[in-house]
């Protein structure tokens, strides 16, 4: 459940289930060889922190006075207020002692998740909190110079199996009912949760119940319960596992209650003690396996998601790989501008657009002017910085739209969309001009030198972008034999 509660309405819901789970036993049962609240204390602390002892400790009281009332005793005797307060005192020190014992694994919403947590953390917590119970339940009695029925010894012993029965078998249902509430079902989980709870519910008839004495047959063994529920706890979830573990306590005490079952047929003398030990065996076998399930379910979903993380990333590299192959297909590395491929690539694309909606668009073809004797003179490392700072003034006159390749060694060349002829004419002006009056430093040497460009624009006539390529190849040439450095227009 996700609502946060405050704490006095946990406590007030702690308080209030703790006493109709004890005025049941009570009331219903007339018995306290088994305390089903233990299950309700430690499933409190669990859920909400050790600031559920107040609603244990009002549960206790109130519990422990019904008790006396039911039995005809002054519950306002100095005897039974010093009983009752020491008896709460236990129970809520008992419930404290458990949620420090599994504090670490409540912290974590795991108490009952991991092998470990449940072999070493609850069940032990769930001893210990049987025996502090019963050590100031029963020890009470002595400090007021009385006597427990059955004696000091057996009285903690039959007390701290009680409570730690009950403890085991009810707190982890309560627990993941409320944690993991509203409870999503589909047909099929309905589906096997009535059938297997059917079958336990026949089993417990006949093992536990009334049944056992109308049916002789060898195969009805207390131990023959313990198969639906190792199925429950491979099968199917945790709430539902723990659940039909309560299920089968509940209806194995009322049976034995009756005196009813195979416990009290061939162990009437001993039945209740051994009844409370078969089960504490039986529902600790059964969390294990549950946890041990649960576990390998958990490494599973960690290696799987650990496996489509490795694929994700391999997956994102690969990409990056294409990428980057596709980028260096279409780019030329000295300049990062497009190559040869790539121009064309594109500007056709672009192209085609204009062949569909007539518009104005243009071409500059750009060379530098001897540059030959520049990697003669001064050796090709200065002819590449010129060659890349043609490429950044291109990149910063152009616009985003426009598209910019080298398409020879020191050639190049300019796609511009949605531009005219006075456009492109004023945009190859200015940059033969920033050309002109630029300098490439290397290594203490500086080299100045200049561009011709050829501009052309599109025409009805053009089908192809070559066209256009070739008129302002003609410019290009014609700007050439008129003295270089300069701008023409065909």
């Known amino acids: ?23 049941f036993t009570m009331q219903a049962l007339h018995t306290l060889s088994t305390w089903p609240p233990a299950g309700v204390a430690l499933a409190a602390v669990t859920l909400f922190g050790r600031k559920a002892w107040l609603g244990v400790a009002a549960g206790s009281i109130l519990s422990v006075f019904y008790h006396f009332y039911l039995n005809n005793l002054d519950p306002f005797s100095f005897n039974h207020l010093v009983i009752n307060l020491a008896t709460s005192t236990g129970n809520t020190l008992a419930a404290l002692c458990a949620f420090n014992i599994m504090y670490k694994q409540i912290v974590l919403h795991n108490p009952l998740k991991r ?43 039959n007390w701290s199996i009680s409570n730690a029965l009950a403890a085991i078998a009810i707190s982890p249902a309560l627990y993941f009912l409320w944690r993991r509430w509203p409870h999503k079902m589909t047909f099929q989980n309905v589906t096997q949760s009535l059938l297997i709870t059917a079958i336990t519910v026949l089993c417990c008839y ?28 491979m099968r199917l979830s945790s709430t539902l596992t723990s659940c039909m573990n309560m299920l089968v306590f509940c209806l194995a005490w009322i049976g034995s209650n009756q005196g009813w079952g195979y416990f009290y047929q061939h162990h009437a003398a001993s039945a209740e003690i051994t009844l409370q030990f078969f089960f504490l065996f039986i529902f600790a076998v059964v969390l294990l396996v549950q946890a041990v399930f649960n576990q390998r379910q958990d490494e599973q979903e960690e290696l799987t998601r650990l496996l489509e993380q490795r694929v994700e990333e391999r997956t994102c590299q690969l990409e990056y790989q294409k990428q980057k192959a596709l980028k260096l297909a279409v780019t030329d590395p000295l300049t990062e501008l497009y190559n040869r491929r790539g121009f064309f690539k594109t500007a056709h694309h672009l192209f085609s657009q ?72 004023s945009l190859a002006e200015r940059i033969r001009q920033a050309i002109s009056e630029q300098q490439v430093t290397l290594d203490n040497v500086t080299v100045q030198y200049t561009l011709s460009i050829g501009v052309s624009t599109f025409d009805q006539n053009d089908k192809t972008l070559e066209t256009m390529l070739k008129r302002a190849d003609k410019a290009l040439y014609i700007a050439k034999n008129q003295g270089r450095n300069q701008v023409q227009y065909c």
């Not at 049987?130 to 100031?136: D, L, R, T, Y």
């Not at 990149?395 to 949605?418: A, C, N, Q, W, Y």
């Open 1 to 23: 459940m996700k609502t946060v509660l405050k704490p006095w309405q946990f406590n007030l819901v702690t308080c209030c289930i703790y006493l109709l789970f004890a005025i």
């Open 115 to 157: 092998v470990e947590n449940v072999a070493g953390t609850f069940i032990f917590a769930c001893a210990a909190m049987g025996m502090v119970s019963a050590i100031f339940g029963v020890g009470i009695y002595y400090v007021l110079g009385l006597e427990w029925f059955d004696g000091l010894f057996f009285g903690v012993l």
């Open 206 to 233: 006949l093992i536990f119940g009334p049944g056992y004495t109308h049916f002789d047959l060898p195969i009805l063994q207390p131990s023959l319960i313990l198969f639906p529920l190792l199925y429950c706890a």
């Open 354 to 425: 204009y062949l569909r909606h007539p518009g104005s668009c243009a071409l500059l073809l750009l060379d530098l002017d001897k540059f030959k004797l520049i990697n003669d003179n001064y050796g090709h490392a200065m002819g590449d910085e010129v060659i890349k700072n043609t490429a950044d003034i291109l990149r910063h006159f152009t616009r985003e739209s426009d598209i910019t390749g080298r398409i020879g060694g020191e050639e190049f060349v300019v796609f511009l969309p949605m531009s005219t002829q006075d456009d492109a004419t």
